[in-house]
């Protein structure tokens, strides 16, 4: 007795594992962008706020004139 029957139930067998096969890179390609697009976003959003202390902590000049 064999593991396939016949050759029907092996292409099904093959079939299914790369449909399996096929989601789990879908799904692995999924957490590689997002974790990208996250640091990207981190990046940006670090940059604005270093801007912003830079703009913040530059004494204005019309401020020391008495």
């Given at each position: 007795?064999?593991?396939?029957?016949?050759?029907?139930?092996?292409?099904?067998a093959i079939r299914?594992?790369?449909?399996?096969?096929?989601?789990?890179?879908?799904?692995?390609?999924?957490?590689?962008?997002?974790?990208?697009?996250?640091?990207?976003?981190?990046?940006?959003?670090?940059?604005?706020?270093?801007?912003?202390?830079?703009?913040?902590?530059?004494?204005?000049?019309?401020?020391?004139?008495?």
């Open positions: 007795m064999s593991l396939f029957d016949n050759e029907i139930e092996l292409k099904d299914d594992w790369l449909v399996y096969a096929l989601l789990f890179v879908v799904l692995l390609g999924c957490i590689v962008g997002f974790d990208a697009l996250k640091n990207r976003l981190l990046k940006m959003v670090r940059e604005r706020v270093k801007e912003r202390q830079n703009s913040t902590t530059v004494p204005d000049s019309n401020e020391h004139k008495v």
